[in-house]
């Protein structure tokens, strides 16, 4: 999705009124309240990484209607490649997100790597 792919799938994924918490000050912080909402926030992120953004998964854990996983992202930028690691904590109303929190390892270097790209 982040490199370009399509969206649909996405859409589909989240429920109607989602809300997709991510923290900071960056220009993808806030708390993205809908559907239209949440998918505003995904596409402004694909278009601030320019397709550069990679997401890699690394663990996850379900207990319920919730999943915890573990991601490291990274991007080239200016010939530097810059890193952060998440945990996105996401609670499901059957097979749909109803909210999400993103929670960066390093808030401040998460930060930093989103305003850089504002």
Do not use: C, K
């Not at 999705?1 to 912080?29: F, N, Q, T």
């Not at 992120?45 to 320019?50: F, H, T, Y």
């Amino acid at each position: 999705m982040y490199a370009g792919g399509g969206l649909d799938a996405v859409r589909e994924l989240l429920s109607p009124d989602v809300v997709w918490h991510v923290p900071g000050g960056s220009a993808i912080a806030g708390d993205h309240r809908g559907r239209d909402a949440g998918m505003a926030y995904f596409e402004r992120r694909r278009a601030l990484a320019g397709g550069r953004m990679v997401i890699e998964e690394r663990r996850q854990i379900a207990d319920g209607d919730t999943v915890v996983q573990l991601a490291d992202g990274s991007m080239e930028l200016g010939g530097e490649t810059l890193r952060w690691r998440t945990a996105g904590v996401y609670r499901f109303d059957g097979d749909q997100v109803a909210e999400a929190w993103l929670v960066p390892l390093e808030l401040d270097a998460f930060d930093a790597i989103w305003r850089r790209l504002n």
